[in-house]
């Protein structure tokens, strides 16, 4: 089945310690999306590719940032995780076409400890 | 700044009782409205835009621009039901970009 998939599911780090979050996909959709979610909020866009372009929100913090070097896989790269940076790490894709229909994939639990 | 509101973080009815999950958007111009379903151990997906007007699942969901809602109802309830569900909004100045709302849990008791 054509899909999104986010490795690890779960993930503990430190604080301070440098930490990176996967997302790959079968779809080949041209967009790829970066979602924060804490507990019982909204999820909140990071960031999000258009192809390669690179489109920051912008209350981004610095301390986040993304690369994308293939249409299949997208990373997040957390450089000083503070324990505010715990949350729900969700990935989505969708066609250029239907931004609207986004497909997410099943998130990653970062802890900071 | 635009926002979507669910003021209900929990929902819960007795199977075969109509179901009303709302949903408020601050935003002048024209938007577009979805909602998003998690059913439990599943991913996040779209369930309906208001663009289509079509029925999902048998749920239906109509823009009342007048009163800047998005309300998702159901006539009768069932078990499967049960699930997170997100408003979305996106409108021309954010790009093709959503904003969700925090999500309503509707639980549907036997």
């Known amino acids: 089945d054509a899909m999104v998939i986010q490795n690890p599911r779960y993930q503990v780090t430190q604080f301070g310690k440098p930490v990176t979050l996967s997302c790959s996909q079968t779809l080949n959709h041209n967009v790829m999306y970066w979602y924060q979610q804490k507990s019982s909020q909204a999820p909140k866009l990071l960031f999000h590719y258009y192809d390669k372009d690179f489109n920051n929100e912008a209350d981004t913090p610095d301390n986040f940032q993304s690369r994308r070097p293939n249409t299949s896989f997208c990373f997040l790269d957390i450089r000083s995780p503070g324990l505010g940076d715990a949350a729900m790490y969700l990935c989505?894709?969708?066609?250029?076409?239907?931004?609207?229909?986004?497909?997410f994939g099943p998130g990653t639990r970062l802890t900071v400890t | 700044a635009q926002r979507v509101t669910q003021p209900e973080k929990l929902l819960s009815v007795f199977k075969g009782a109509p179901v009303e999950l709302k949903c408020n958007y601050s935003y002048s111009g024209s938007p577009e409205l979805f909602w998003y379903v998690q059913y439990s151990r599943q991913r996040l997906q779209l369930l309906l835009r208001h663009i289509s007007r079509e029925s999902i699942k048998g749920f239906t969901a109509d823009l009342n621009k007048g009163e800047t809602s998005f309300h998702l109802k159901k006539p009768f309830a069932q078990e499967e039901d049960s699930a997170m569900y997100y408003c979305a909004l996106r409108f021309m100045e954010y790009g093709n970009k959503l904003v969700f709302g925090a999500g309503t849990i509707l639980r549907v008791k036997s």
């Open positions: 989505a894709t969708s066609r250029a076409g239907k931004t609207y229909e986004q497909y």
